[in-house]
């Protein structure tokens, strides 16, 4: 059969062979409108940060030789790759020429990325909110909630380029998983770019139920403040070029509210308020004319005419009013803060 392929964000490298995923895999390049393995010779980190930054994988773990992730088929299209590590692809990486090589494809080259090592799943979960588990021993594994804080989240959002962290729940409130249970007392100072960098007593060192699995949930990008604001309700601003941005009301309705709820794992959109009714936020506005159709996982999503383009004041600023996270007042009964669930 022919081996899992996962879709990959650039549509000249992929991460394919027995054992991928959608961030680690055998490297393979498109060129002359055919798929091509990559040799191992001078293979290494700076190679593979390159493929995982293309793909949007996050760093690279290892560079991996020997056709770790199974030998491909003709034809070899790059050999003797040199990146620097900064380059956007892996093409444009120093290199012979395509077909210039000497090898077989038992020296198919590969890599394994960080987000290749944690993901979010369980019932409710999001690309950016779920159940923590992480990939050892060629198992996927949860973790457990004793001392699990927002700097533990903060790393694992970031490990997935979800934004920033907005809670760190515990007592598996994304469903319990299945053994094993690969790390317990995690103590991260937030800096760190992948989880399994923080330190902890070491994997399946644990005395832990599956009901204390760890989640998270992370902002994605998108964020709701101003005054009256709450987790599940506020002006909507989203992260672009490094800067926070409003949205203006234009065309703005319960379909693009809906969006944000799902995105910040909040129930569903209970209403769409303009006209800033959470306080007028500050320059940049970044998204006008938004159009969801509501089933959208973020909303940058969504059509727009782009980034910046709009004819809008603060005094139009769109704002959010969700149904609530369903078991979210748990949470945030250790800040002090009660939240209602009006869904049920």
Known sequence: TAPLLFESTDDHVRLVGPG???????????????????????????????????????MALSALSSAHFG????????????????????????????????????EDAGVTCSDSQIKLVGPGSTRCSGRVEVFHGGTWGTVCDDGWDLNDAQVVCRQLNCGTALSAPGSAIFGPGSDPIWLNDVACSGNESSLTECQHPGFGTEDCGHH???????????R???????????????????????????GWDLNDAQVVCRQLNC???????????????????????????GSESSLTECQHPGFGTEDCGHDEDAG??????KSFSTVAHKVGIQYWDLSS
């Not at 204390?212 to 998108?222: M, N, R």
């Open 267 to 293: 129930g569903t959109a209970a209403s769409a308020p303009g006209s800033a009714h959470f306080g007028p936020g500050s320059d940049p506005i970044w998204l006008n004319d938004v159009a969801c159709s």
């Open 20 to 58: 991928s995923t959608r961030c680690s895999g055998r490297v393979e390049v498109f060129h002359g409108g055919t798929w091509g393995t990559v040799c191992d010779d001078g293979w290494d980190l700076n190679d593979a940060q390159v493929v995982c930054r293309q793909l949007n994988c996050g």
């Open 71 to 106: 030998p491909g088929s003709d034809p070899i299209w790059l050999d003797d790759v040199d990146c620097s590590g900064n380059e956007s692809s892996l093409t444009e990486c120093q290199h012979p020429g395509f077909g210039t090589e000497d090898c077989r494809h038992d």
């Open 320 to 325: 959010v009013i969700c149904s609530g996270e």
């Open 212 to 222: 204390e699995d760890a989640g998270v949930t992370c902002s994605d990008h998108v």
């Open 224 to 250: 709701l403040v101003g005054p009256g604001s709450t987790r599940c309700s506020g002006r909507v601003e989203v992260f672009h070029g490094g800067t926070w941005g409003t949205v203006c009301d234009d």
